[in-house]
């Protein structure tokens, strides 16, 4: 069983579309991080969340934690192509200082031109 | 400043042997942590190094193995490689543990892609 769900699992939108990718789980996590992997590459950091309710804007990118800290969704505005990538969710799990990533499976999303 | 590395990128092997992977952190970065990502299952933890001890283990069995040395590069070895262990083997780095602090991100080298036959 996997601890964090993530939905949609495929993606395909047109450029200048808006979407929404969820990260669900039945677990509390401390933090909870989003990652954008492209091929050849390995995941880079977009943001991390650690306090439930809590709302990040990274340009057109807003990310939002769920308030009992259970599951967390990424909404990006007006999709460029260059936002096409492996969208990951990370949670935290552990004791301060020895806390595990738990990763979903990813949102392969592609944004057509 | 240099990203992580991983050597090598590409690596075929066939059943029953065994295979050692390597990872050189950020400069200064003393946590370097394993994962194997997979189609099926996603990235898994495998474990964590920081000052050269094995401070946190992923669900694995024992032939997956690794260490660390005291400039902070890492190895870790699979043994009597199995069809299964094909995957993409990621390392990561960050100054300290705690993945929650502010500025503790933790930096993805490019992966070395296995594929056992």
């Known amino acids: 069983t996997q601890l964090l769900e993530q939905s949609p699992q495929f993606l395909s939108i047109q450029e200048g579309e808006n979407l929404t990718v969820y990260c669900n789980s039945s677990s509390v996590f401390s933090s909870l991080q989003w990652y954008r992997q492209e091929p050849g590459e390995g995941p880079v950091l977009l943001v991390t969340?650690?306090?439930?309710?809590e709302v990040k804007k990274l340009k057109r990118l807003t990310f939002q934690f769920g308030d009992a800290r259970k599951d967390s969704s990424l909404h990006i505005t007006a999709a460029q192509t260059g936002d096409t990538g492996l969208y990951l969710c990370?949670?935290?799990?552990?004791?301060?200082?020895?806390?595990?990533?738990?990763f979903g499976k990813g949102t392969k999303l592609t944004v057509n031109p | 400043k240099a990203g992580v590395t991983q050597t090598p990128r590409y690596l075929i092997k066939t059943r029953g042997q065994q295979v050692t992977l390597s990872c050189s952190p950020i400069s200064g970065h003393r946590s370097v942590s394993w994962y194997q990502q997979t189609p099926g299952q996603g990235l898994q933890f495998l474990f964590e190094y920081f000052s050269e001890t094995q401070r946190n283990k992923g669900n694995f069995p024992g032939r997956f193995s690794g260490r660390q040395f005291s400039n902070s590069r890492s190895e870790m070895n699979v043994s009597t490689l199995e069809l299964g262990d094909s995957a993409l083997y990621l390392c990561?780095?960050?100054?300290?543990?705690?993945?929650?602090?502010?500025?503790?991100?933790?930096?993805f080298g490019p992966g070395t892609r296995l594929t056992v036959l």
């Open positions: 969340v650690v306090t439930g309710g």
């Open positions: 990370a949670g935290a799990r552990g004791q301060g200082g020895s806390e595990k990533l738990v």
């Open positions: 990561a780095s960050s100054v300290h543990r705690a993945l929650v602090l502010p500025n503790n991100e933790q930096f």
